[in-house]
């Protein structure tokens, strides 16, 4: 399928390795209103940051067949994990555009900072990669950037405590280095953290600028449509399928808690 046979009412194909993408989809949403999305979350073989390079991208490589196969006109790889590892392996198999979230907070993070210091947070497979460092270094090579992995942060927004005081404390230890480094902008580099905005907002200060990923997809996502003119010309109400490898428990709960909305049709997939 080269770029002029995508038909502008093809859905956006969404994937993650679990549910945490689902903050992307969110931002989606509402930036692009009336454009159809199919999102996989890997349900079943979720956290990704814990496992080989190998098996990543075995695993990027099944869920972008499996979204091909329902012919989307893009694919948008929410996972921090699977963009800092196994990016090129889907770009590879893609006669579609492929976009990514780490370039896409990279671009905004860039643009925001004035003394060019920035801190990236995210899971320890991400950090450890310095896929974020790379990006915005090949945006500006003078940019200092300080990271540091916050392996908490994933199981308190997925139990919900959100403004907690533990999540409070963690927060606080796990800031503490980067902001003691004077950044001026800090980039959440995990579809998880945009749940925790609020409170990091107010940990770090109001002259700190958070670089949310999910609303930096989304904001890639509607240029590069607009780009390629391929947006959805349709004003019809857009349609939404949700597919999952396993269906855990509390998932429907978790995942409204992330979408902002009813998840409405969920379809379990085997790959």
């Known amino acids: 399928?080269?770029?002029?046979?995508?038909k502008n009412n093809q859905a956006i194909g969404v994937f993650d390795s679990g549910i945490g993408g689902l903050t992307v989809v969110r931002a989606l949403m509402e930036r692009l209103p009336f454009e159809n999305i199919i999102y996989f979350g890997d349900t079943a073989r979720v956290p990704y940051g814990i496992k080989s390079v190998e098996t990543i991208n075995r695993y990027a490589a099944q869920i972008t067949d499996f979204l091909l196969k329902?012919?989307?006109?893009?694919?948008v790889v929410a996972c921090n994990t699977m963009a800092a590892?196994?990016?090129?392996?889907?770009?590879?198999?893609?006669?579609?555009?492929v976009l990514e979230v780490i370039e896409a907070s990279a671009r905004n993070a860039a643009a925001a900072t004035a003394t060019k210091s920035i801190g990236v947070i995210g899971t320890p497979a991400t950090i450890n990669s310095n896929a974020y460092a790379r990006a915005i270094h090949l945006l500006d090579k003078e940019a200092k950037i300080y990271s540091q992995a916050c392996p908490l942060f994933?199981?308190?927004v997925e139990e919900g405590w959100l403004d907690h005081p533990a999540t409070r404390l963690i927060a606080q230890e796990y800031l503490k280095p980067v902001l003691a480094e004077q950044i001026d902008t800090l980039v959440l580099g995990c579809t998880h953290y945009p749940l925790l905005k609020p409170l990091l907002q107010e940990i770090a200060g109001p002259e700190i600028n958070l670089i949310d990923s999910a609303e930096a997809m989304a904001d890639a996502t509607g240029n590069l449509l607009k780009e390629l003119k391929l947006g959805n010309a349709s004003r019809q109400p857009p349609q939404y399928l949700f597919?999952?490898?396993?269906?855990?428990?509390?998932?429907?709960?978790i995942g409204e808690r992330f979408l902002g909305r009813?998840?409405?049709q969920v379809e379990l997939v085997r790959l």
């Open 70 to 75: 329902k012919e989307v006109k893009l694919l």
């Open 85 to 97: 590892v196994a990016y090129q392996t889907i770009k590879d198999l893609s006669p579609v555009p």
């Open 154 to 156: 994933v199981p308190v």
């Open 1 to 6: 399928m080269s770029f002029v046979d995508i």
């Open 262 to 264: 009813s998840l409405g």
């Open 243 to 253: 597919c999952v490898s396993d269906v855990p428990y509390r998932f429907q709960t």
